[in-house]
T-cell receptor
């Protein structure tokens, strides 16, 4: 069974550039989550998809951030006009759930973003 | 709002010692779910366990055991006879059963260092 994969694993960019990350969830999972983790902290929720619908976005997700899951399979997270404060590990997780908050999320290896 | 506190920032033990990682949570919801994840140096979060708020039975899995006490809002994790491979950052997390999202609220993690 293939786990969650993320690409790229590392990204170094200059301030002001746009970046895009990709997440491929576990194949039978209908839910997909994005989290951000800064050094010494736990992951923080950014956004969530059920199938192709983006159902919730955190206040952490400024208008420079956009996420899509066009066919309910892989997802992309784009950051426009990157800032140094965007430097972090971006984690993707997937789960199978129908209602409530009980599903277990399985995480990918993350994309580490460094903004110079 | 939900909150998870892991007061122990870093713990160092010698191999074969037992170690307990503390987790205290806050929520007003009566139905919630508690999780532990392990984050080794490679960075990928590895799921360890999920407990439901209505099931306070403690659980043992090999060298790992978990003690869930609703009276003190705690969900502590014990590793018996620790090994060097247990060295990692361990995160406690909480999700609640409202709406459709299972977004996790994480603690700040406890770094466990096991030495020979």
């Amino acid at each position: 069974d293939t786990g969650v994969s993320q690409d790229p694993r590392h990204k170094i960019t200059k301030r002001g550039q746009n970046v895009t990350f990709r997440c491929d969830p576990i194949s039978e999972h209908n839910r997909l989550y994005w989290y951000r983790q800064t050094l010494g902290q736990g992951p923080e929720f950014l956004t969530y998809f059920q199938n192709e619908a983006q159902l919730e976005k955190s206040r952490l997700l400024s208008d420079r951030f956009s996420a899509e899951r066009p066919k309910g399979s892989f997802s992309t997270l784009e950051i426009q006009r990157t800032e140094q404060g965007d430097s972090a590990m971006y984690l993707c997780a997937s789960s199978f759930g129908s209602s409530g908050g009980s599903d277990t999320q399985y995480f990918g290896p993350g994309t580490r973003l460094t903004v110079l | 709002a939900q909150k998870v506190t892991q007061a122990q920032t870093e713990i160092s033990v010698v191999e074969k010692e037992d170690v307990t990682l503390d987790c205290v949570y806050e929520t007003r919801d009566t139905t919630y779910y508690l999780f532990w994840y392990k984050q080794p140096p490679s960075g990928e979060l590895v799921f360890l366990i999920r407990r439901n708020s209505f099931d306070e039975q403690n659980e043992i899995s090999g060298r790992y055991s978990w003690n869930f006490q609703k009276s003190t809002s705690s969900f502590n994790f014990t590793i018996t006879a620790s090994q060097v491979v247990d060295s990692a950052v361990y995160f406690c997390a909480l999700s609640v059963s409202t709406g459709t999202a299972s977004k996790l609220t994480f603690g700040t993690g406890t770094r466990l260092q096991v030495t020979l």
